[in-house]
């Protein structure tokens, strides 16, 4: 059993929490910006800084889903941490003033980590803009719906089609017309399930009307589920989310939206895999992205004990990893089997705010 005063004082401190680990003044870190790490090993390190608005786009998407659940001292605290990001947006966006968005700089020369790799395998090793960091920065930015139409027109042209075909480990995702990760013409179309997911959140919460690649989006969604890719093959599955309990946590997220018939039909799989990969579990972070993800399909897990005097080190420092740049996914066919099973070319992103975020969450879920 857990006690609700004590995850109402769990809470306040954890908003209070997030609050402080927004930089105010700092002679690396943006202002605005939550600070993020990169290791080379799924490992919690701060040796390597890193500047990006990915984890910003998160941290806004988590509070603002459960805003409408919080007091009016937490909704201020809230409220002043995400008009704080705002302005940040601004040095991530496409640099030609097209409403799409960058994982990291594009104001300025920036020499971003995985340079030094990617420079063995192509002389141009700029990055574009992708669809990840769109709709989370769009979405943290509350754009008008107008706003949100248009960028949806643009990415009809950044499909899987004939002149630029996915070439997935998966065989079965690559005759779908879904999104690729990527908006780069010249850049490989690379599907990520836990993207698409976000780019229907997206779609949902404007209340966009669906697309052709939309469907097909949904269509990948379902494969994976029904395949169990994200059980045996989440690594090709989601090369950026590369574990069954970020496929499932964001898969959940899109279906608390509202209801897509071909997700609920699917209801009692998700539930049934989420609870055991909860069984299985045994660090924290992914205890808690699990007990989130059965919460939001309307289900209770069993209550995860947490100690303030704790949280740094269990949930800050966790060695889980949420996100992972993945450059083998850029590679292809044999190459990109043998890196990706080798893990040559992962960089692991850690974000000690979205940690808190995350488990916020949880207690807010948990406390409904």
């Not at 984890?55 to 889903?65: K, R």
């Not at 980590?113 to 395998?121: D, E, V």
């Not at 070439?167 to 690559?174: G, K, L, P």
């Not at 989601?238 to 509202?258: D, E, G, T």
């Amino acid at each position: 059993m857990y006690c609700k005063a004590q995850d109402t004082a769990l809470i306040h401190y954890l908003i209070n929490r997030i609050s402080a680990q927004q930089v105010k003044s700092d002679d690396f870190f943006l202002s605005g910006i939550f600070p993020s790490y990169i290791s080379k090993h799924e490992s919690f390190n701060t040796k390597k800084k890193d500047n990006n608005i990915f984890f910003n786009g998160l941290i806004a998407y988590t509070l603002n889903d459960i805003k409408p659940k919080l007091d009016q001292e937490s909704l201020q605290i809230t409220d002043a941490a995400l008009n704080k990001s705002k302005p940040l947006f601004s040095k991530f966006k496409n640099i030609k003033g097209r409403n799409t968005y960058n994982f990291w700089r594009t104001d300025s020369v920036y020499d971003y980590p995985y340079s030094g790799m990617l420079k063995m395998f192509t002389k141009d090793i700029s990055l574009p803009d992708d669809m990840d960091d769109t709709v989370l920065s769009l979405l943290a930015l509350d754009v008008a719906d107008s706003t949100a139409e248009a960028v949806h027109a643009l990415m009809q042209q950044f499909v899987n089609c004939d002149s630029n075909k996915v070439r997935s480990v998966i065989e079965d995702y690559n005759q779908l017309g879904a999104y690729s990760t990527w908006f780069g013409k010249k850049f490989p179309v690379v599907f990520d399930v836990s993207v698409l997911c976000n780019v229907l959140s997206f779609v949902q919460l404007h209340n966009l009307s669906w697309t052709k690649a939309d469907s097909a989006c949904l269509t990948v969604i379902v494969k994976t589920i029904e395949q169990n890719y994200h059980l045996g093959k989440a690594v090709y599955a989601s090369p950026y989310y590369p574990k069954a309990s970020l496929i499932l946590y964001h898969v959940a997220r899109l279906m608390s939206i509202k209801p897509i018939p071909q997700l609920e039909s699917l209801k009692i799989k998700i539930l049934s895999d989420a609870a055991k990969e909860l069984a299985l579990a045994t660090n924290a972070m992914e205890k808690v992205i699990l007990s989130s993800t059965i919460l939001k399909l309307g289900y209770e897990p069993p209550p995860i004990a947490i100690s303030i005097n704790e949280i740094a080190r269990q949930i800050e420092q966790n060695d889980f990893c949420f996100f992972v740049g993945n450059i083998s996914s850029y590679f292809k066919d044999f190459s990109k089997a043998f890196a990706t099973a080798n893990e040559i070319g992962f960089f692991y992103h850690y974000c000690p705010a979205y940690n808190d975020a995350l488990l916020l969450e949880y207690l807010v879920l948990r406390n409904e």
